[in-house]
């Protein structure tokens, strides 16, 4: 059965601080992993990885794919109150399994 | 340009009815995909749509249903509803479904 590991389940920072963020993963058949953030209902598209090594970026936001160690870690820079959500994990593409979430709140 | 439009946003059922929820894609995307979300579970695959035919399916009863026309919208059918299947559904669509999901904002739905 395929799964999806996501740590921590929940993390405080303060606005400034840099966080990463942790997923495994075992799947039968790997073909993409996704990141998606949760504010209220609908997540949003964050990033597409299906290649080792590559890292992918966007503003303060980036993440990259271990394909050997079956793992990905989204880090955030310089985090802002507004970067408070759930961050989901997903294997797969158009059949996502998703990670439980990373809570992530940031105080002023 | 618009994005994927759920409908309708809060639904209340009794144990027992059935319950029809509708799915909008952003224009020109074939691809939709549903998903259940519940605070145990977190957000679970439900099924997919590329083209009006059933591609991919999750790990639910036979219950849950599916099916999209030809303009791509779709619409996802749940009968003899259970207290278990109180949730927020959400759809999701993509040009082809080889890339990331554009998901909407969900119909919440009780059953009481």
């Known amino acids: 059965e395929d799964k999806v590991v996501q740590s921590p389940l929940s993390l405080v920072v303060h606005e400034g601080d840099t966080v990463t963020l942790n997923c495994s993963y075992e799947v039968t058949n790997f073909r993409s992993l996704l990141w998606y953030k949760q504010e209220k209902k609908a997540p949003t598209f964050l990033f597409m990885l299906?290649?080792?090594?590559i890292e992918k970026k966007s503003g303060r936001l980036s993440s990259i794919l271990d394909k050997k160690e079956l793992f990905s870690i989204l880090n955030i820079t310089a985090t802002q109150t507004g970067d408070s959500a759930v961050y989901l994990c997903a294997v797969g593409i158009n059949d996502m399994r998703f990670g439980a979430g990373t809570r992530l709140t940031v105080k002023p | 340009k618009a994005g994927v439009t759920q409908t309708p946003r809060y639904l209340i059922k009794t144990r027992g009815q059935q319950v029809t929820l509708s799915c909008s894609p952003i224009s020109g995307h074939r691809s939709v995909s549903w998903y259940q979300q519940t605070p145990g579970q977190g957000l679970q695959f439900l099924f997919e749509?590329?083209?009006?035919?059933?591609?991919n399916k999750g790990n639910f009863p036979g219950r849950f249903s599916g099916r999209q026309f030809s303009n791509s919208r779709s619409e996802m059918n749940v009968s003899t509803l259970e207290l278990g299947d109180s949730a927020l559904y959400l759809c999701?669509?993509?040009?082809?479904?080889?890339?990331?999901?554009?998901f909407g904002s969900g119909t919440r739905l009780t059953v009481v």
């Open positions: 999701a669509s993509s040009v082809r479904g080889d890339y990331g999901y554009t």
């Open positions: 299906t290649s080792s090594g």
């Open positions: 749509y590329f083209s009006e035919t059933q591609r």
